[in-house]
Every structure is written in C-alpha cells, then in structure tokens.
C-alpha cells in the first residue's frame, strides 16, 4: 500500500509541471490572441474612420454628378443650340467647298501652266547656260587674242622704236657723211689741185735739179695739208662712232 501511495504521489509530481506548462501555453496563446484582436479592432476603426471619409466623398461625389448633371442638362440646350448654328455652317462650309473646288481647279490650270511655264524656263535656262559656256570661250578667246594683240602692240613698239633709232641713227650717219663730203670737197680738193699743177709742171718741161728742189719744197705744203685732213678725217670718224654707238647705248 505505502508503495502504491508513493507511485501515486509521485505521480500526481509530474502531472503538475505538465500542466503548468500546458496553462503557461494557453496563457502566452491568450496573451497573442488578445494583442491580435485589439490589432484587428485597431484595423477596424481605422477601416470605419476610411469608410467614413469614403462615405463622405462618395457623398461629395454625389453632389457633383448633380451639378455635372445640371450643366450636361444646360451644355445639351448649348448642343442643340450649336447644332443649328453647326447645320447653317455646313450650309455655309457647303457653299464654301464648292467655291473651294472652283478655286482648285483653277489653281490646278494655273499649275498646269506653271509646269508647262517651268519647263520652258528650264530650256530657256539651258539655253542660256550653253550661251554662257560658248560666252565664256570667247571671252577666253578674245583674252588671248587681246594678250597676242598686246604681245604683237609691245613688239611693233619696240620695233618702231628700234626703227626711230635706227633712223637717228641713220641721220646722224648721213650727216656726218655730207659733213665728211664738205671737208673732202673743201680741205682735200686744194692741196690735191696743187699737187696735180706740180706735177703737170715736172711733166711739161725739163727741170733742172735745183728746180725740182724747188718743186719738192711746193709739194711739202700740200702733203701737210692732206696728213692734217686725214688726222681730222679719222679723229671725227672716231668721234663719229663714238656719238652714235653712246647714243645707242642711251636708247637701250
């Protein structure tokens, strides 16, 4: 019996703790249950504070179909209104449409001759391109020619030029010639007279030695005169030469 009373008191020990700790379970279930419905209730109002404020606007909301009801109801009267004006504009538009036709089939004649115009623009323009193409070789054609015309100019006035001195200088030679001629005429023409008389004497009589001493003596003069007119004669034909050759040089 005590051992049976013993295995009962032992028994009924660890029943307890198991008990406890089934009631602390139950209790912390409890405790998250009510901390859950409170959320819940929390939510709750704040969804009937939300279905107050939708309550409101949808009221608000309300209200404003009305009016907008309201103003469909006036912005119809304005339709209908709109309507009769819109049905005499398209009697209008109508009436404009046609004229508009009209217009666009003259604009389309006009643009007929515009093409037609245009197209005799561009042969007129290329004929004129080909006139300026052939312009352009003429005028190139006449620049080398006007520069040949001013080459063949430069060379025909250096020629006169050349020619004008040539002529000067031809002058000056003719001059110096007739110059030349006058002193022949004038200075040799006397000793060579006087020279041609002695010796027609030594040809005519008989001389004696002391005669054609004499005669010697005549000829002396004459010979003088003709070495100083051939030192004359060859100082002013160097002088001569000197001017034009200096005169040349000066025209260069």
Known sequence: MEKQKKTKGSAIKVVTPIYQADNKKLATKLKLANIEIAFQNGEKEKRADELIIANKELAYQDQEKEKRAAELIIANKELL????????????????????????????????????????????????????????????ELAFQNEEKEKRASELILANTELKKAEESHKEYILGLEEIIFITSHKVRQPITQIQGISSLLNETIVTQEEIKEIIQFLKEPIKSLDAFTRELTTYLCQLQSKLEHKNDEDI
Request: no cysteine; aromatic share 4%; net charge negative.
């Open 81 to 140: 209104l709109r309507d009769k004006e819109s049905e005499k504009k398209a009697d209008t538009l109508i009436i404009a449409n046609i004229e508009l036709a009209y217009q666009n089939q003259e604009k389309e004649k006009r643009a007929e001759e515009l093409i037609i115009a245009n197209k005799e623009l561009v042969f007129q323009n290329q004929e004129k391109e080909k006139r300026a193409e052939e312009l352009i070789i003429a005028n190139k």
